[in-house]
């Protein structure tokens, strides 16, 4: 991997990302072929993110704000353009580099909570961890602390099916959080809520964003956009406005 002011660009043109953002994207662009014809996911699309940001990218269905999701998070890469993460330009990692971003940097929360039915809330949350190879005393203990973070800490030996909506995205956040991402990547994590719930979920946000994390959220819900303080709209693969609003 590149360090920040290693990076440069296929023609020899040394080109570098901001040393303060964690995110730096330029002149992205994700194209699908469909026969003959190109469809353009993505078009042209430059943005940084800076520690401790919260930022919502919003736009309708087919606007290109999922597969920008999906390139942020490193589930896909795109076609062409520069892509930054921590100061590592992501065209250039091997396999093994990207699957530590998608595990270490990346935290990802999604609209259907993704977790394991027959685990508990503490099995689910530790997943991360085994992944990361972590010995089970430790993985117990830090597990053991997300959940707390997420205010579930009386719910650790509960299964899915025995908690609310709500608690599911909770043990869904904690899993996210509990290697200590540079990012949590949200994707319409309120879309299979209710609205009160919804407002709970935000308010978490708020709490860990205040507490020093950097939050990524996907949606299409201008009232849950609205709640960042920094709103990207996306319409037809493009940025059609970049607005801090708090």
């Not at 800076?50 to 597969?67: C, F, L």
């Not at 719910?155 to 991402?181: D, F, K, M, W, Y």
């Not at 949606?219 to 709209?233: G, K, L, N, W």
Request: charged fraction near 25%.
């Amino acid at each position: 991997m590149n360090d920040v002011n290693g990076a440069a660009s296929s023609n020899g043109t040394a080109k570098t990302a901001s040393a303060d953002s964690i995110i730096s994207m330029r002149n992205i662009w994700k194209t699908y072929q469909m026969g003959t014809e190109e469809l353009h996911a993505l078009q042209d699309v430059s943005f940084e993110v800076k520690k401790n940001e919260y930022v919502a990218i919003i736009g309708p269905s087919g606007s290109g704000k999922s597969t920008l999701m999906n390139l942020i998070g490193c589930l896909d890469s795109p076609t062409k353009g520069e892509y930054w993460i921590n100061g590592n330009q992501v065209a250039e990692m091997s396999d093994d580099e990207l699957a530590h971003i998608r595990n270490k940097e990346v935290g990802f929360v999604f609209q259907t909570f993704n977790l394991l039915s027959r685990a508990t809330a503490l099995h689910n949350v530790e997943l991360p961890l085994i992944y990361a190879g972590l010995r089970a005393a430790e993985r117990h203990e830090k597990a053991m602390a997300s959940l707390t973070a997420v205010e579930l800490g009386d719910r650790v030996t509960h299964r899915p099916n025995e908690l609310s909506g709500g608690q599911r995205q909770r043990v869904a956040i904690a899993r996210a959080l509990v290697n200590h991402p540079s990012i949590l990547l949200a994707d319409e994590p309120t879309g299979a809520l209710d609205s009160k719930t919804s407002i709970e979920i935000m308010h978490l946000f708020e709490k860990l964003h205040a507490e020093g994390n950097t939050i990524i959220l996907v949606t299409h819900e201008p009232d849950i956009a609205e709640r960042a303080h920094r709103v990207i709209t996306i319409r037809d693969g493009r940025i059609e406005s970049d607005e801090k609003i708090k």
